[in-house]
């Protein structure tokens, strides 16, 4: 089946920018009762991974991705721990600032560090 790579590679490179500007953004609030703040960089986050997701999860299905579903499973991951921190926003949680930032510096060591590698390395073979 025909994958455009370079047109694969920008999106993910745009979808990354994307996501450290967002993580920038969560980790310059000081202010962890800036509820609103935070309330409306977690709505971001989930338009950042539903996009993500979107397009990786097409792309891996059309190269038959070895270990696919454990990179399904991250993003998952995802969508869950965005709802439980939009849900605990509900409560007026104020360590949900501390909670955020310590998710996105995982997710961007094991998600886009190690487990996007894998599929980088198909991409970029034939370059
Ligand atoms: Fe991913």
């Known amino acids: ?31 962890s009762e800036d509820l609103k703040k935070i ?20 792309f891996m299905e059309k190269i038959n991705m070895p270990n696919m579903q454990s990179h399904i499973i991250q993003h998952k991951f995802f969508v869950q721990k965005i709802n439980e921190i939009k849900h605990e926003l509900e409560y007026k949680n104020t360590f949900v600032l501390n909670n955020l930032s310590t ?23 034939d370059r």
Do not use: C, G, P
């Open 103 to 125: 998710f996105l510096k995982k997710w961007h060591i094991l998600h886009i560090n190690t487990s996007e590698r894998q599929y980088k390395e198909i991409l970029y073979k």
């Open 39 to 58: 309330y409306v960089l977690t709505n971001e986050l989930q338009r950042y991974i539903e996009k993500h997701i979107k397009l990786e999860e097409d």
């Open 1 to 31: 089946m025909f994958v455009n790579k370079e047109i694969i590679v920008n999106e993910i490179n745009s979808l990354n920018k994307a996501f450290f500007e967002l993580s920038d953004q969560v980790f310059k609030l000081s202010d």
